[in-house]
């Protein structure tokens, strides 16, 4: 869409290219984040990705007065890319932000991604749930991930 001055123009396009194979599924649009209702107590869980079921983020706190968690893994059942990976970050409810780093670089052509993240309101395909966006500082891509209880 392209609005200068009294021109307004918008086209639809597509945009071609292979889905990459080591990065986890995203939305298929770009989510703008909106405040949820209420916060969580607490962020230790697995969690799971909204546009995969298979993948996990397993976060647990391991100093929750200060808000880190570490030594916890990524998962999924059907892709070994995302399989053991080290997952390590820092939390703040009250502010509502949350880092994460999910270490690849074990895997082929792996990397470390850097993930800003934040509680969202619940999205219409897991209703009624804890839900986090984080937004990739490597690819730029969205993982929205879910608490499943």
């Known amino acids: 869409s392209i609005e200068e001055g ?31 209702g209420s916060l969580p107590s607490g962020i230790s869980n697995p969690w799971i990705n909204v546009f995969d079921d298979e993948h996990s983020v397993n976060l647990q706190e391991n100093d929750p007065p200060n808000g880190v968690f570490q030594n916890t893994l990524e998962g999924h059942s059907s892709i070994s890319y995302f399989n053991g990976n080290p997952i390590s970050g820092t939390y703040n409810i009250s502010t509502n932000k949350v880092f994460l780093i999910i270490d690849r ?33 490597h690819t730029g891509r969205q993982l929205i991930i879910y608490k499943p209880f």
């Open 6 to 36: 009294d021109c307004n123009d918008s086209k639809s396009f597509d945009v071609l290219g292979a889905y990459p194979g080591n990065v986890p599924a995203s939305p298929t649009s770009i989510v703008i984040p909106q405040a949820p």
């Open 105 to 137: 670089s074990a895997q082929f052509e792996g990397y470390k991604d850097t993930l800003d993240g934040q509680f969202i309101q619940s999205l219409p395909q897991q209703p009624g749930k804890s839900t986090i966006l984080f937004v990739s500082r």
